[in-house]
């Protein structure tokens, strides 16, 4: 059997091997972009891993009182709802993605590890590598026995917006953007508002990090692309993206390439558009 990518990971020979185990959790937290016709939920219903709950981003990872989409809860209510879904104390969470591409499953892996609960792996490849290999899947519930969840936030993996307004004046952390090159230059259209990016940030699409079966690249390959766009993982890195779900992505893949803790600007370019005193720049330099 060959040697994990990281920590962070496991393969799907490993969960294969481990699903009856019992202290380990499988949860699908597939999310999709509004208007991409998919209902998650839904297909999740249809079609799982056997054992697995559905994570819903919109509404566990979901702050009701902001006005942008899935901000981080408090404590309290992030405990009340994993812990209905049967995942807490002392269980190893899997969490994957109904796509190779496994930004939400990295958003979830980023909460979890946020609110203290560091048994937490993303299935590599997701749910399309796991039915490519023939590994079994089912429509039937799968009923959650209430766990407790400790939660103990960390401050350090999360970024505020005037954290990250003052870090435009000090450049002491590494802003590192997830979206596409266009929208980084704020030369496509921009679903979250007016165009640009945040001024003295770094662009890492993180398609960039993935194979194309949505696994992630060896780790050298990984501090690569950060090295080529310019970001050193020796210095401290902020991700931010459109609404904080693909930031993750870059969040795990520094956590591939030995970069253990990265923090997410959790309202990204979403809340900083949605400000009329925020700085922006445009073009590619």
Sequence with gaps: MTEPKSDALVSTQWLAEHLNAPDVRVIDASWYMPGSDKDARALFEQKHIPGAVFFDIDDIAADDSAPLPHMMPDAIKFSAKVRKLGLGDGVRIVVYAQTGVASAACRAWWMLRHFGHNDVVVLDGGLPKWEAEGHPVTDAPTPPRERHFTARANSFLLREYDQVLANVDTGREQLVDARSAERFAGTADERWGKPGRIPGSYNVPFEKLLNSDGTFKESNEIRGVFRDAGVNLDKPVVASCGSGVTACVLAMGAYIAGKK????????????????????????S
């Design 261 to 284: 803790h990265v923090a997410v600007y959790d309202g990204s370019w979403a809340e900083w558009a949605s400000r009329p005193d925020s700085p922006r720049a445009s073009g590619t």
